[in-house]
């Protein structure tokens, strides 16, 4: 049996304001900001790909209260809705769930988002995606220790075992990959020092689901 997997502690330092996202968004300049409120109308198919996960056990909460999985959406640039903290536990979220990351910093290791709770503790991991993978649109990241150890086994890109998750280190690492082994538009990988964990981005949400979805049903 491998050992429960910590997760859920923000190890970036966070600066988070809470309200309303859609409220926040509108103080955005011209362009940006009209851009960010046409993504944030494929909420529903966001959140509801969440539920999906969260009822085929890929996201949800261990029996220690620790929860862990999140999905994200890029609104515009490296702007991004993401399932908050702590949130593991609900199998429905609902726009109370999610927070906008507004600024994400590697190297400084800071986080700003906005929104009625606060960020995950994998938003950090969540921007270099973005900002390595250009045609991204959406993160999913899931526990499976089915998948984590079947990829691994086939192969599959990893970070190090030695990089631990929501650190600097990772999201250099996460960037590299992306860069060196994967592609700009979509691709899996495994952050192999965070036990259980899979990471999966594309072009869109239903994209993003499938290519976990995929390989998920070869479990059984």
Request: glycine share 10%; hydrophobic share 40%; aromatic share 8%.
């Amino acid at each position: 049996m491998t050992a429960e997997p910590i997760d859920g502690v923000v190890k970036y330092q966070a600066s988070h304001t809470r309200g309303d996202v859609e409220t926040s968004l509108r103080t955005l300049p011209a362009g940006i900001r009209e851009t960010a409120l046409d993504a944030l109308t494929l909420f529903p198919e966001l959140d509801a790909a969440r539920t999906t996960l969260h009822d085929a056990g890929l996201i949800g909460v261990y029996p220690s209260g620790i929860g862990y999985g999140n999905v994200s959406l890029r609104l515009a640039g490296n702007l991004f809705l993401i399932s908050g903290s702590g949130t593991g536990s609900s199998r429905l979220l609902g726009k109370q769930g999610y927070s906008l990351v507004r600024a994400f910093d590697p190297l400084e290791n800071t986080v700003a988002s906005f929104g009625p709770v606060q960020a995950s503790s994998e938003s950090m991991t969540h921007g270099a995606v973005y900002g390595a993978a250009n045609k991204a649109r959406c993160v999913i990241h899931i526990h499976s220790p089915f998948l984590f150890t079947s990829l691994l086994a086939e192969g599959f890109p990893r970070t190090p075992e030695s990089v631990a998750y929501g650190t600097p280190a990772l999201s250099r690492e996460v960037a590299r990959l992306i860069t060196e082994e994967l592609s700009p538009s979509e691709g899996v990988f495994v952050t192999a020092g965070h036990n259980e964990g899979v990471f999966a981005y594309g072009e869109s949400i239903a994209s993003t689901l499938n290519l976990i979805l995929s390989l998920n049903m070869t479990k059984d």
